[in-house]
DNA sequence: GTAATAGTGTCTTTCAGACAATATCGA
DNA sequence: TCGATATTGTCTGAAAGACACTATTAC
């Protein structure tokens, strides 16, 4: 009972797509690479996959590594890429992972890197990154824009408490939209299980101060619980 | 510019969650493993990686060994699984793929495979399944499930050519609901780019000739295009 | 008071679900 | 004719989108 000899022994790296909400827009996580191969082009912060770690773990690990941020949201699998074609060095499977974060956080270059940085998506997308860190880059932030529809995730980019007219800028800059703010109001208030009133109200608004509300208790992040959805707009 | 020494060098294996719909149920594709680990019990299809060999490339291939079903539908990644707690013989990393088929080729067992054969997902659910294959079908049946409500892919388990009636079978064996006849035809027949009518009928019906509906030329079979969704009902 | 933002109500359209009614076959 | 299945139409309720309107703050 052992693994045939014809199997392929490969690396396995891990790449993990953060994503973050600044000043109303999308913005995703890179750093610039400290080493070979790509040396000093911007990519996606991750590593590869040490003995007896999960991929959860290496993940977690490359990004506290190279970002100095420490996972504070949802980390989510995407898929793998690869083994062929994908890394100059040779076959190089790539497990992608999703990360939605509040953006309190400033990056911190560490250990292979030599900037760490909140790049603004249409920017990103004009950049060339390494390996194949574009497709990954582009089905992370599909997939963060099909799942804020039917789950609570786009909480994830909020603080612990928020006001409705917040959570509605996330929803904006994640789908690139205008949002009526009536029409979300009742829409995300009404959701059941959805956000919970916390009774307090902020004070520092320009206008009639926003009651603030948090999470659910009953909201699971990775599930689907949204009955009904926020869909997006058709235009998408 | 070389893999670190401290990456793990990892086996990698593929499995396929094949689904199809045989006398209104869903079934999924299971082999009895000839060898150990799990000898004897039934899994996935799926085996090892070869070198220079894309995981696709691994899932076809290893499908036709084990099973002599060639791919006929549209082969999706669903994710990968591990490597850390899921092999006897140590880590090992499996990416699993999803397959939508229908019903017409038989299995043969072949290398590696005591039995190959089209099982129940009820009884297969009650089945003790070798690795971590009960996860990953569970995850590949909620993946088909969700799909079939916003992309055509329903119709990967059709032949060529079906009425509506048999697309709606298939919704209800894939989803374990009733449909009411009449709601879904209106539906189906009214999505746009879902449905071409081929303006034939059929004539070995007990009642009235159903007209005989292909895949629209415009559907793209991965991407989401149905507008509006067939949504599940709300009961599931 | 005005400007600004928060929140509610109302109307229209769309669509899902229930189900009546009609159409077209075999027997 | 009847039984069966296909297909269309009709009604009702839920919800989305547009938008008038009210509420509550700072100034």
């Not at 890394?87 to 497990?95: A, E, I, K, N």
């Not at 909480?155 to 929803?171: D, G, H, M, N, S």
Request: with cysteine; glycine share 6%.
């Amino acid at each position: 009972m052992s693994i045939p000899p014809s199997a392929a022994l490969l690396p396995v790296a891990v790449d993990i797509v953060v994503l973050t909400v600044r000043d109303q827009r999308l913005c995703v996580l890179l750093v610039d690479r400290g080493l070979p191969p790509f040396q000093g082009r911007p990519a996606l912060p991750g590593g590869f996959v040490l003995a007896d770690e999960s991929t959860e773990q290496a993940a977690s690990r490359e990004l506290v590594e190279e970002t100095g941020l420490r996972p504070p949201g949802h980390l989510e699998q995407l898929r793998s890429y690869g083994p062929v074609g994908r890394d100059p060095r040779g076959p190089t499977l790539s497990v992608a992972y999703l990360l939605l974060s509040p953006s309190f956080e400033v990056p911190r270059p560490g250990r292979d890197a030599l900037r760490a940085y909140w790049l603004d998506l249409e920017d990103a997308r004009q950049t060339d990154l390494a390996f194949d860190h574009a497709q990954i880059l582009a089905d992370g932030v599909e997939r963060a824009r099909a799942k804020i529809e039917y789950s609570p995730l786009a909480t994830a980019f909020c603080p612990e408490e928020f006001t409705i007219a917040e959570l509605r800028k996330v929803y904006e800059a994640v789908w690139g939209v205008e949002l009526d703010p009536r029409n979300f109001h009742r829409k995300a208030t009404r959701t059941p299980r959805f956000l919970a009133d916390t009774g307090r109200v902020t004070s520092e608004s320009a206008g009639r101060p926003a009651s603030i509300y948090r999470l659910h208790p009953d909201a699971r992040m990775a599930e689907a619980v949204l009955q009904p959805p926020l869909l997006r707009p058709a235009s998408l």
